[in-house]
């Protein structure tokens, strides 16, 4: 093959057939597409010979927050701390351990309410690992034609729907339509992915670390296909990654997760530009000192986190935070609204006056943990 892939990918993808509204939408502007609450996974630790249950891992702890229409929502954290286990709980591949959703007003597998069947419809998935989400042995048009397959679109017509898709992410179906999964580049095969997760027209998609294996500027083409997809297919999308730089490039919200909790959540530029928990103070502070330019001395959080089999009692960042006091581990600091998108939260003494901290209620800019040229400066 003589074309590299950017001869491929910068092709504008055509979307002849962009909806003018969205006539699936019932409850308007103001209506989240998604209500989250008190969404918990807790995965039993069995013993070995009898598999009794001696623990669980809290992989998802009592989370609630809201998904807008048309926003895109983005999940950071360190490994571990529950973004897949969220991100699979939103799709429910798997059971709920506690909790429930509200899907466009509609709840979730309630009496009257919308069928798993029917909600599975409307929310997709992208997944980091590009290679094990394609069957090697079908020619991609068959991959993305597959879902339309299963809901019994004719082949003939699934084939149309999947050549029109393969052209709205990038890629010819004259000269892709017909290759296999080993014969395409990595930000190749993550295009194709978007076009099969794309092809039950779901109204939001989950992009679980999806450009994080790719190179950087590749990754940047594909979020780019994804910003043009979002504005002309009425999309929403929850954005998951442990890179906040490319979350910040793409959201408009960010909820911060550590140890299965939501530890803040707010507008993207509040969150940047003030963020609350000494837990993204801290994850801001490494991503500049991963920049050459503006390396910091030591790292701002040390060691890694707990197990969620076991986590610290009170908050659960006090095993790590620079300001932990006896207060931190007796009680759990409160968390407040989470079903207003508008406000900015974090779940931490510090920023509630009565909590007893004696930092509490201090300015928080002159807490922040931030690179020695910004302090300096
Ligand atoms: N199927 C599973 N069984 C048991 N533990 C799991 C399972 N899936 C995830 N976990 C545990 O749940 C926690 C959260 O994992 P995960 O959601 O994959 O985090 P992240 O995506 O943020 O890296 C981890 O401690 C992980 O080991
Ligand atoms: S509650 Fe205490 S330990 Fe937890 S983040 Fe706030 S200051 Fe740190
Ligand atoms: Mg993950």
Same mark, same amino acid.
């Given at each position: 093959m003589?074309? @590299?892939?950017?001869? +491929? @990918?910068?092709?504008?993808?055509?979307?002849?057939?962009v909806p003018a509204g969205d006539p699936r939408d019932r409850g308007g502007k103001a209506q989240p597409l998604l209500i989250v609450e008190n969404l918990a996974k807790h995965f039993p630790i069995k013993n070995g010979l009898f598999g009794r249950k001696r623990g669980a891992v809290r992989a998802v702890d009592d989370v609630? +927050?809201?998904i807008l229409k048309?926003? #895109?929502?983005?999940?950071?954290?360190e490994s571990g701390c529950g973004k897949s286990t969220l991100?699979?709980?939103?799709?429910?591949?798997?059971?709920? #351990?506690?909790?429930?959703l509200v899907f466009d007003g509609d709840p979730v597998e309630a009496l009257r309410g919308l069928s798993l069947k029917e909600f599975r419809r409307n929310v997709q998935m992208v997944f980091q690992d590009s290679s094990s989400s394609l069957n090697p042995r079908m020619p991609i048009i068959d991959s993305v034609a597959f879902g339309p397959r299963a809901h019994k679109v004719k082949r003939s017509a699934a084939r149309r729907a999947a050549a029109a898709l393969l052209e709205k992410v990038g890629l010819s179906p004259a000269m892709f339509g017909g290759r296999y999964p080993h014969e395409l580049s990595g930000g190749q095969k993550q295009r194709v992915n978007i076009a099969r997760a794309l092809a039950l027209e779901p109204r939001l998609l989950i992009l679980d670390e999806a450009v994080s294996a790719l190179d950087k500027s590749v990754a940047a083409q594909v979020l780019n296909l994804l %910003?043009?997809? &979002?504005?002309?297919?009425?999309?929403?999308?929850?954005f998951i990654s442990h890179d906040l730089g490319v979350v910040q490039y793409l959201s408009d919200r960010i909820l911060v997760m550590y140890l299965g909790q939501v530890v803040e959540i707010g507008p993207a530029?509040?969150?940047?530009?003030?963020? &609350?928990?000494?837990? @993204?103070?801290?994850?801001?502070?490494?991503?500049?000192?991963?920049?050459?330019? %503006? %390396?910091i001395e030591q790292a701002p959080v040390s060691g890694d986190p707990p197990s969620p089999a076991n986590p610290p009692s009170g908050c659960r960042f006090h095993t790590r935070c620079p300001f932990s006091e006896a207060v931190c581990a007796a009680k759990a600091p409160a968390f407040g609204d989470a079903m207003d998108a508008a406000i900015h939260l974090a779940r931490c003494h510090l920023t509630d006056p009565t909590s007893g901290h004696s930092l509490a209620g201090s300015a928080l800019s002159s807490l922040r943990i931030t690179a020695p040229e910004t302090s300096a400066a």
């Open positions: 003589s074309m @590299t892939e950017s001869d +491929f @990918t910068s092709a504008r993808p055509r979307l002849d057939t609630s +927050f809201v048309g926003e #895109t929502l983005g999940v950071v954290g991100a699979r709980l939103l799709m429910r591949l798997m059971p709920l #351990t506690d909790g429930h %910003r043009y997809l &979002k504005r002309h297919l009425n999309l929403t999308y929850v530029a509040d969150v940047y530009s003030a963020p &609350k928990h000494p837990y @993204t103070q801290a994850l801001l502070a490494s991503q500049l000192s991963m920049d050459p330019g %503006r %390396r």
